[in-house]
Every structure is written in structure tokens, then in C-alpha cells.
């Protein structure tokens, strides 16, 4: 079960993680990070920073369809091992998706966001079996 609450973290803990490089990128414009407007100094990111911040933003993204599954998983009290694999392998997926996403390997990143969609669905489904 740790490594299944462990798991729930960390998606949850990407978000800022994924967020880190976009602050980076932010702090490198012109007038260096601008707190009372982000947005609007996000809007104009390009390259690296812009990629960061399509990373940062599907982070948000897949941590409550993950969460949802774990919680799905876990309340129809699916098989532990499955659980905690699709954890790991859902895990795996995220950080090799921010990886793909920062240095523009786009046609892997669609495969392992793919994988660990999948993921997702996979923990969602164990709730019907």
C-alpha cells in the first residue's frame, strides 16, 4: 500500500516539479519572473519554455484521471500487485513524458503518454472485474 499512496504523491508532486522549468524559463525573459501577471508572461514562452509549460500543464492534467483510478482500484479492492504495477508503470510514463516533452522528442512522448493513460484506465477498470 505504500508504494501505492507513495505513487499518488508523487503525480501529485510532478505538478511543481514540472512547474520548476517553466519558472526557470520565465526568469530568463526580459524583466526576469513577473508573479503579478504569469499568465500573460507565460503566454509569451517559446521553445524550451513553451514546451515546459505544455509539460507543466498536462501534469495537472493526468494527476486527478490517476488519482481517480487509484481510488477506484482501491475501494473495489483489486488485486495489490496490479495496483501497485500500474502505479509504477503510470509513474514511469510521467517522468518519461516531461523528459520527452523538454527536449522535443514528440513522437515517443505521444507513446508514453499513451502508456500511461492507459495506466489510468486500466486502475479504473479493475473496479468492474
Known amino acids: ?47 524550451f519554455g513553451q514546451r515546459a509549460l505544455g509539460a507543466h500543464i498536462n501534469s495537472i492534467e493526468a494527476f486527478p484521471i490517476f488519482a481517480t483510478g487509484v481510488c477506484l482500484a482501491l475501494i473495489s479492492q483489486a488485486n495489490i500487485v496490479t495496483v501497485q504495477n500500474l502505479c509504477v508503470i503510470f509513474s514511469c510514463a510521467r517522468i518519461a513524458y516531461l523528459i520527452c516533452y523538454w527536449f522535443d522528442i514528440d513522437k515517443v512522448r505521444s507513446i508514453i503518454w499513451t502508456i500511461g493513460f492507459g495506466a489510468c484506465i486500466w486502475l479504473m477498470a479493475l473496479a468492474l472485474l
Do not use: E
Open 1 to 47: 500500500m505504500t508504494l501505492i499512496i507513495s505513487s499518488v504523491i508523487f503525480a501529485a508532486l510532478l505538478i511543481i516539479i514540472s512547474k520548476l522549468p517553466v519558472a526557470i524559463s520565465m526568469g530568463k525573459q526580459t524583466g526576469g519572473y513577473d508573479n503579478r501577471h504569469p499568465r500573460k508572461q507565460q503566454a509569451n514562452l517559446t521553445n
